[in-house]
């Protein structure tokens, strides 16, 4: 198993220009979360998905940030128009959810996002 | 509100035994997870408690307390390679069943 598998593993952008960060969640997973980290804040859950459905996305910053999962094998998060603000490490995580989680979640690599 | 407190950083040396705690406090609980995460990398899964009491597994041990909003990581025999960051997080089902993640502990092992 190739484990979660995101791109790009770094990205630098302009302030103003749009960004898309992909993940390809782990085969027969069900459930997908996006969190960014930074180190003033740790690791904030933005969205997550279940069967392909948006549970929660209270966490998403702003207007600015939208995320799609049109497919269980497939999500992506935009960004536009990023700011320099937006400067983090982006994670992309699964986990197969049958109302019990006792393995945790499998992160992928994740996304290092520079705006400048 | 939800909130989850650990110590910011811990130096231990190698050979030793460490304590991280972690306290919680959370709308709801469906469990609470320890990562490791080292630097410029992913968290990875190191436990999984949801009952009260100990759960041992090899060199690292996890504690939960559900009355006290209270858990521990104990690491025995500690490694040069466990220097890392240990993230606390808690599963909250409270709107849909989200984890949400303490700062993380910096562990130094020292030699």
């Known amino acids: 198993d190739a484990g979660v598998i995101q791109s790009p593993r770094h990205e630098v952008t302009e302030m103003g220009q749009e960004v898309t960060l992909r993940c390809k969640p782990i085969?027969?997973?069900?459930?997908l979360f996006w969190y960014r980290q930074t180190m003033m804040r740790g690791l904030e859950l933005l969205i997550y998905f279940n069967n392909n459905v948006p549970i929660d996305d209270s966490g998403m910053p702003e207007d600015r940030f939208s995320a799609k999962m049109p497919n269980a094998s497939f999500s992506t998060l935009k960004i536009q128009p990023s700011e320099p603000r937006d400067s983090a490490v982006y994670f992309c995580a699964s986990s197969l959810d049958l109302g019990q989680v006792d393995y945790g979640y499998t992160f992928g690599s994740g996304t290092r996002l520079t705006v400048v | 509100g939800q909130n989850i407190d650990q110590p910011t950083e811990m130096t231990a040396t190698e050979g030793a035994i460490v304590q991280i705690n972690c306290t919680y406090q959370t709308s709801g609980f469906n469990g609470l997870f320890w990562y490791q995460q080292h630097a410029g990398e992913a968290p990875t899964f190191l436990s999984y408690n949801v009952l009260d009491g100990l759960e041992e597994k090899g060199r690292f041990s996890s504690f939960l307390s559900r009355s006290k909003g209270y858990s521990y990581l104990l690491l025995k025999e500690l490694q040069m390679k466990d220097s890392a960051s240990y993230l606390c997080?808690?599963?909250?089902?409270?709107?849909?069943?989200?984890?949400?993640f303490g700062a993380g502990t910096r562990l130094f092992v020292k030699a």
């Open positions: 997080a808690v599963r909250d089902p409270t709107g849909g069943f989200k984890t949400i």
């Open positions: 085969s027969g997973h069900n459930s």
